[in-house]
């Protein structure tokens, strides 16, 4: 099994920044994808962006050109630096992984979510 555990999230006034970690851990043979996902009040979870393991990144309009997805495979760890944050970017951001296991079979894992939340 792979874990995920998501963190530096919190709270940040509008136009401030912050860095999502998500570091991955367990039985690891391969990951391919990793992305970040956001879910806000009353609205389905939403792909922010995603990162191949040949490091083609892919990002929703709403947050392209604020927001850059980076991965560090030798420490199986993956990041997002969201810049000129708004309001609307408040919402629990999710760490997904395209991973095999023990399985030996490509399979989605997810972290337990990291909250932020961009008010003044």
């Known amino acids: 099994q792979v874990q995920l555990v998501e963190s530096g999230g919190g709270l940040v006034q509008p136009g401030g920044s912050l860095r999502l970690s998500c570091a991955a851990s367990?039985?690891?043979?391969?990951?391919?994808?990793m992305g970040w996902y956001r879910q806000a009040p009353g609205k389905e979870r939403e792909l922010v962006a995603l990162?191949?393991?040949?490091?083609?990144?892919h990002y929703a309009g709403s947050v392209k050109g604020r927001c850059t997805i980076s991965r560090d495979d030798a420490k199986n760890t993956l990041y997002l630096q969201m810049n000129s944050l708004k309001p609307e970017d408040t919402a629990v951001y999710y760490c997904?992984?395209?991973?095999?296991?023990?399985?030996?079979?490509?399979?989605?894992?997810w972290g337990q979510g990291t909250q932020v939340t961009v008010s003044s």
């Open positions: 367990g039985i690891i043979y391969n990951i391919y994808a």
């Open positions: 990162v191949t393991s040949g490091n083609t990144t």
């Open positions: 997904n992984a395209d991973a095999v296991s023990t399985t030996f079979y490509r399979e989605d894992y």
